[in-house]
C-alpha cells in the first residue's frame, strides 16, 4: 500500500458515514463491458445509442435483443473483490449508503443491502401499457416480452437516457452524501448527470472524495485522493487496511 492509499484507509476507518458512488468500472472485473472505452460497439452500435426511449420505440426488438445480451452476461456474472469489498465495508462503517449507477446487480449478489439503483435494473421489466412492474430476473426472455397482467409490450426496468430518476432515490444519494465524512467514486467515467453532480454535492458538504479508477476522468481535479489501478484491487485493500 502506498502512502496514498495508506491516508485513504484512515479516512475511512476513521468515517461514521460513508458513501459510495459506483459505476460499469466497479463489475468490469466481473466480465461485464462498460459503457465508454473498452466497452466498444455491439453489433456494430454504440450501446449509448441503444438506451434512449426514442430507439425502443422505433425499433424495440433491437433494443431487447441488447437488453437479453445483459441480462444473459449478468447471470453468468459473479461479483468481484470490490463488490465483496463494499459489501464488507457496509459491516464495519456505522452508517454506509451504497449508491450505485450499475443495473445488473452484482453488489447486491455480494451481500450489500439497501443499494440506491439511480438507473433502476437489469432483473425487473414495466409494462408500457399499465406501468406495471414485475421481476424477471433469471428468465430467459423473448425478443417482445409481454406484460403478465395486461398483455402490452413491456420495457427494461432501467433509466434511459432523457428520463427522470425512480422517484426519491437521487433526494436518497443527495442526502447521504452531504452527512458522508468520506465519499468513495469508484469505476464510473463521471459524466452522466446528476449521478456525477453527487461529487460537487460531496464538496458542497464535508465528505472528502476518494476517485477510485483505472485512469483519471473529469472529477480527478477536485477529489482529495484519487487511487488509480483497478478496483478489484484497491478497494479490499483499502477494505481490509
Ligand atoms: P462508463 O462506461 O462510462 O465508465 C466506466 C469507468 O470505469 C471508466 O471511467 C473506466 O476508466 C473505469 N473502469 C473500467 N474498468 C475499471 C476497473 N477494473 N477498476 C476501476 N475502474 C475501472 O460507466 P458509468 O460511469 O457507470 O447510464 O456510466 C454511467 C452511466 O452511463 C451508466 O449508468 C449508463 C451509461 O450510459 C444509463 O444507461 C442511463
Redesign the pocket.
Known sequence: MDDLEQRAARLIAQARRVAVL?????S??SGIP??????GLWRGRD??SL?TPEAFAADPALVWDFYNWRRRIVREAAPNP?HRALAELAQRVPHLTLIT???DRLHQRAGSRDVLE??GNLDEVRCTRCGVTSDRANEELPSLPHCDSCGALVRPG????G?SLPPGIFEAAEAAVQSAEVFLV???????YP??GLVGTARGGRAAVIE????P?PVSGVVDIGLY????E?VPRLVSA
Open positions: 459506483t459505476g460499469a468500472g466497479v468490469a472485473e462498460t459503457f465508454r472505452g473498452m466497452g450501446p449509448l438506451a470490490a449507477q450499475n443495473v439511480l438507473h432501467v433509466v434511459w437516457f428520463e469508484v469505476g464510473t467515467s463521471a459524466v452522466v449521478a456525477a477510485i479508477n483505472l485512469e476522468t489501478g483497478k478496483a478489484g484497491i
